[in-house]
T-cell receptor
Framework: SQTIHQWPATLVQPVGSPLSLECTVEGTSNPNLYWYRQAAGRGLQLLFY??????ISSEVPQNLSASRPQDRQFILSSKKLLLSDSGFYLC??????????FGPGTRLTVT | QKEVEQNSGPLSVPEGAIASLNCTYS??????FFWYRQYSGKSPELIMFIYSNGDKEDGRFTAQLNKASQYVSLLIRDSQPSDSATYLCAVRSSGYALNFGKGTSLLVTP
């Protein structure tokens, strides 16, 4: 069966610091991968998605970036965090069909 | 702007009753519809998806879709306290993105 991992689970970072969140999927190959953010009082917002290695599409312009260095690895990064970057970051995967399955998430607090 | 609307709740139902959760969407071209359950502090869990008009049943859950009215609902029969969570409606219109509603909080009281 498929398993999706995210780390770290929680993170507290000062404004202006860099960020790297990692997501890996096991038990499948060539998944579509997604990064979402869930901010307090707001719905889930798609940030990036990838249909293959090195292929990244951005849905929302901001100071975040994503990379997919391996088939089942998806990384979310920032060079300088803003207070508004605080939130619950969720990685999701899909097998090519529309259903998306979420990882456990990373709760980021920017201070 | 592709919008997905849900009543934020909380919706309170007694244990054993039927909980009815509703969602409307703005994009008439939407093709795929999903219900996720999210416990406090946890990530969303996919519990139902439906692509065609009508009803789809899975255990105690029934998803209902009416594309003409741009309406999708989730019925939970024999509600249990463990069903208490926030239920997120998601709609896929085109491309890969799912558009999510803000969720309805459900409280099942013993």
């Amino acid at each position: 069966s498929q398993t999706i991992h995210q780390w770290p689970a929680t993170l507290v970072q000062p404004v202006g610091s860099p960020l790297s969140l990692e997501c890996t999927v096991e038990g499948t190959s060539n998944p579509n991968l997604y990064w979402y953010r869930q901010a307090a009082g707001r719905g889930l917002q798609l940030l990036f998605y990838s249909v293959g290695i090195g292929q990244i599409s951005s849905e929302v312009p901001q100071n975040l970036s994503a990379s997919r260095p391996q088939d089942r690895q998806f990384i979310l990064s920032s060079k300088k965090l803003l207070l508004s970057d605080s939130g619950f970051y969720l990685c999701a995967w899909s097998p090519g069909s529309p259903e998306q399955y979420f990882g456990p998430g990373t709760r980021l607090t920017v201070t | 702007q592709k919008e997905v609307e849900q009543n934020s709740g909380p919706l309170s139902v007694p244990e054993g009753a039927i909980a009815s959760l509703n969602c409307t969407y703005s994009d008439r071209g939407s093709q795929s519809f999903f219900w996720y359950r999210q416990y406090s502090g946890k990530s969303p869990e996919l519990i139902m998806f439906i692509y065609s008009n009508g009803d789809k049943e899975d255990g105690r859950f029934t998803a209902q879709l009416n594309k003409a009215s741009q309406y999708v609902s989730l019925l939970i029969r024999d509600s249990q306290p463990s069903d208490s969570a926030t239920y997120l409606c998601a709609v896929r219109s085109s491309g890969y993105a799912l558009n999510f509603g803000k969720g309805t909080s459900l409280l099942v009281t013993p």
